[in-house]
């Protein structure tokens, strides 16, 4: 398996813990994966219908991994603007406090 199968490695704060043996599935990997034929005389499925429905699931697959990096974009940024809100906050009221 090749480096850009494996999903880079991301910051230890709030991620999810995979085993190493887990790897994603990504929607090339889906969209480009191919099947040998099947020997003469003996049964198996169309590959063209196989590669219809392969890529409409790495199509799914591609939407739905564009929605979690937004949703993660989303989520750092509310994140910092808690944390600057938080700062800001904090000196005022230390100032009350006195």
Known sequence: MNASSHRPDQARGGT???S????????WQVR???FPPTRFGRRGLNPDDVYAFL???AVAMAALHDGLAESRRETARIK???RTWQSDHAG???GRAR
Not at 21 to 26: D, G, H, M, R
């Open 16 to 18: 999810t813990y995979r």
């Open 20 to 27: 190493a043996a887990y790897l994603s599935l990504l929607p």
């Open 32 to 34: 480009e994966r191919r």
């Open 55 to 57: 890529d409409r699931v």
């Open 80 to 82: 910092l603007a808690l």
């Open 92 to 94: 005022a009221d230390q």
